[in-house]
């Protein structure tokens, strides 16, 4: 571990919302960072996007930034689980959830950290867009990060939150080999309905499942903020289960022609889809209230089929325990980067905030008072990358267990 006493250097690699609240945990402790982020633009709603919804776990971590007042203002909160007759009655029951959650898009939750870092931290965090990061090299006690463009920057430190695939974890051995990539027996099918259906409520994420099997379930959340309500995201859970009945929705392998790393359906017009035409059918006989509500095909011409949900799974040895930290505490890991999770049990956002928050923590602990160093950051790392796998591992397993039917059942 270095012993350098001087001012630190990081450069955060990834800027969703767990590399920006790092940034804005490490700014209110008087640490400068770079942030570098892929996209060139900041995150937009596409068809392809998805609704967050913050528990106690995110919205302690938005408050532990300072943050929390300013995305309540802008977020909208989630009340109530919504039980839903598909066939004919609709809502059937209402389930009070204490406390509420606090729902985002994901672009919306990027907005409201970038506006607060514009306003309130911009002499401590820099954010670079457009950036690609190809590998992370070690070089006489610094760090170059190199850059797609074949360019290197350098740091003290770095912080990988740059996702499941991340190439600061994939840069070290030592930090990639602790975990493998797992395929869970499960995937979704993606939609977004333009509209609010008459009578449906915004403060709440409504569940529906067909009444003859449970091979499939849909979870539809409103997209909405504060001032309105401007559609559903709608994700319909299937298993490998559910192909035996319904082989028309089974994911490609390849990733070859697909729209994104994300999306398993080629690229075809809506006018071509035939998975809408697959869905319609399905939906008229199984939910043709559901059906009715979200507005018939025009709905249905957004869906596409997203790969097998993926987790890391750590590679747990009675020796070696699992480290998000290098050993000399000059890089580590948080968010996806770190503990990749299925979305089963919505917890992998809120879960990668808390992250942000316990290495900013740590980092705290080692330094006090005092204005910290590379030193201390350093040993904060360390303390870190030791600790925080016992608490983000069992909620990883818990998460990939509800992805298989059978544990469903």
């Known amino acids: 571990m270095s012993t350098d006493h001087s001012e630190p250097r990081v450069i955060i690699v990834g800027g969703g919302p767990c590399g920006l609240l790092a940034a804005l945990k490490l700014s209110k402790l008087g640490i400068k960072s770079t942030v570098l982020e892929r996209s060139s633009q900041p995150d937009q709603w596409s068809t392809r996007?998805?609704?967050?919804?913050?528990?106690d776990k995110g919205k302690n971590a938005l408050e532990e930034a300072g943050c929390l007042e300013y995305a309540m203002a802008r977020g909208s909160e989630r009340k109530y689980?919504?039980?839903?007759?598909?066939?004919?009655?609709?809502?059937?029951?209402?389930?009070?959830?204490?406390?509420?959650g606090l729902g985002f898009t994901r672009p919306l939750l990027v907005e409201c950290l970038e506006t607060i870092i514009s306003e309130d931290h911009q002499s401590n965090i820099?954010?670079?867009?457009?950036?690609?990061?190809?590998?992370?090299?070690?070089?006489?006690?610094?760090?170059?990060?190199?850059?797609?463009?074949?360019?290197?920057?350098?740091?003290?430190?770095?912080?990988?939150?740059?996702?499941?695939?991340?190439?600061?974890?994939?840069?070290?051995?030592?930090?990639?080999?602790?975990?493998?990539?797992r395929s869970c027996p499960s995937f979704g099918v993606r939609l977004f309905c333009p509209?609010?259906?008459?009578?449906?409520?915004?403060?709440?994420?409504y569940i529906l499942r067909p009444q003859k099997h449970n091979l499939y379930y849909i979870i539809v959340s409103p997209r909405s903020n504060n001032l309105s309500v401007d559609g559903l995201c709608i994700s319909m859970v299937c298993y490998d289960e559910t192909i035996e009945k319904y082989p028309w929705l089974a994911p490609p392998e390849e990733k070859d022609g697909w729209k994104s790393e994300y999306s398993a359906v080629p690229v075809v017009s809506n006018s071509e889809n035939p998975l809408a035409e697959h869905l319609e059918k399905l939906f008229q006989d199984e939910l043709p209230?559901?059906?009715k509500a979200v507005g018939g095909r025009e709905t249905l011409q957004s869906a596409c089929v997203d790969h097998r949900v993926t987790w890391l799974e750590p590679l747990e040895k009675e020796e070696v325990e699992v480290n998000y930290s290098t050993k000399d505490g000059l890089v580590t890991l948080i968010g996806d980067a770190a503990h990749s999770m299925t979305p089963s049990i919505g917890a992998g956002c809120n879960t990668a905030l808390e992250s942000a928050v316990k290495l900013v923590?740590?980092?705290?602990?080692?330094?006090?008072?005092?204005?910290v160093d590379s030193f201390m950051l350093s040993q904060g790392f360390l303390q870190y990358g030791a600790s925080r796998p016992s608490e983000a591992i069992p909620v990883q397993k818990a998460?990939?267990?509800r992805s298989c039917l059978k544990q469903k059942q």
């Open 399 to 401: 998460s990939a267990a």
């Open 81 to 100: 689980i919504y039980l839903y007759d598909g066939v004919e009655k609709g809502v059937v029951k209402a389930i009070p959830k204490s406390p509420p």
């Open 49 to 55: 996007s998805y609704t967050i919804v913050l528990d």
């Open 195 to 205: 509209i609010m259906p008459k009578n449906w409520n915004s403060d709440g994420t």
């Open 289 to 291: 209230a559901f059906y």
């Open 126 to 181: 820099t954010l670079k867009r457009g950036i690609s990061v190809q590998n992370i090299v070690k070089n006489d006690g610094s760090i170059q990060v190199h850059l797609g463009d074949g360019t290197f920057l350098e740091a003290s430190h770095v912080v990988g939150a740059d996702g499941k695939w991340s190439k600061v974890r994939r840069s070290f051995p030592s930090l990639e080999t602790q975990v493998t990539m």
């Open 361 to 371: 923590d740590a980092i705290r602990k080692v330094s006090g008072e005092n204005k």
